[in-house]
């Protein structure tokens, strides 16, 4: 049996990363200047991780870059002020709220209040409808990054994308207003036949029954794990959006790892994008691109 292709993400996040650069020093040439905002209320070791790699970027770039911290117990209010004080900042042309967030601070709170130009996940009900529209102010960065990846592995393997996509069939599994939802609308958009699956699928008992129509399959379950070789059928591309931190019980050291278990799923897939190298490289590229895109409009 042979074994499937590793889609590397780290070769397609430095092209995009030449392009940033050259487009950030035309911007700064006209006196436009990027800044990043990122919002952490917590200490969730995923989003403590994303944020220092958003930081290094930014830094690399020569963007304004800035980090609010909130502890755990901060107030719903005071996520709200800090928020409200990243929209007047006119440093920051975007502004990322991590997730997860403390259960009692409303996601939906903090979305309703960023100001949607400088929304750059498309979170703000405005962005997300204008998504829907097919008419996105703003691509949310990982399910962009998920079809950028899926777009260059095509191409590198004689593939046309958009043939490709027209009639495919592309299952996600998890519903994330910033990642599940964003994805079908990406697929639709493509002509591709989209199945959208979450937890209540898989207590169902039906979870399978979708992954297994699969020519694309795309997770961001937040389950480590999840999906192993009997999950899918031979020849589908496999996208692992999940970021899951788990101890090793020898090393005691904290790793992340993926919704897919990558070893059992690439002897029967075309293609699998590993965690760490895979998706994950793009998403960070493609946020700081929306952040010089928001500065530009």
Known sequence: MSIGQAIDGRPMAKGL????????????????????????????????????????????????????????????????????????DPRISGVLVLRPLPDHISEEALYRI??????????????????????????PSTPAAAFHMLDQYLVSVGRDPVEFYDG???????????????????GLERNATVISCNHHTYD????????????????????????????????????????????????GKTRLVGDVDYPSVIEVAAAVSPVPGGVGPITDVWLLRNTVLAAEQ
Not at 115 to 138: C, M, Q, T, W, Y
Not at 168 to 186: D, E, F, M, Y
Not at 213 to 234: F, M, N, R, W
Request: aromatic fraction near 4%; charged fraction near 25%; glycine fraction near 10%.
């Open 114 to 139: 960023l100001d949607p130009r400088k929304d750059i996940e498309s979170v703000h009900p405005l962005n997300a409808g204008l998504l829907a529209l097919g008419e996105p102010r703003f691509i």
């Open 204 to 251: 169902a008992g039906k979870l399978r029954d979708f992954t297994h129509q699969a020519d694309v399959l795309i997770v961001a379950a937040g389950v480590p794990g999840l999906i192993t070789s009997a999950d899918v059928k031979p020849g589908v591309i496999v996208i692992d959006i999940g970021i899951n931190p788990v101890k090793d019980e020898t090393s």
């Open 17 to 88: 990363l030449e392009q940033l650069r050259r487009d950030i020093e035309e911007l700064s040439s006209a006196g436009r200047h990027p800044g990043l905002a990122v919002l952490l209320v917590g200490d969730d070791y995923a989003a403590r991780a994303y944020e220092r790699r958003l930081r290094s970027i930014a830094e690399e770039l020569g963007c304004h870059y800035v980090h609010e911290r909130l502890d755990g117990t901060a107030a719903e209010a005071d996520a709200l002020a800090a928020v409200g004080k990243l929209n007047a």
């Open 168 to 186: 495919a069939t592309i299952v996600l599994v998890g519903r994330s207003n910033n990642v599940g939802k964003p994805g079908v609308w990406l």
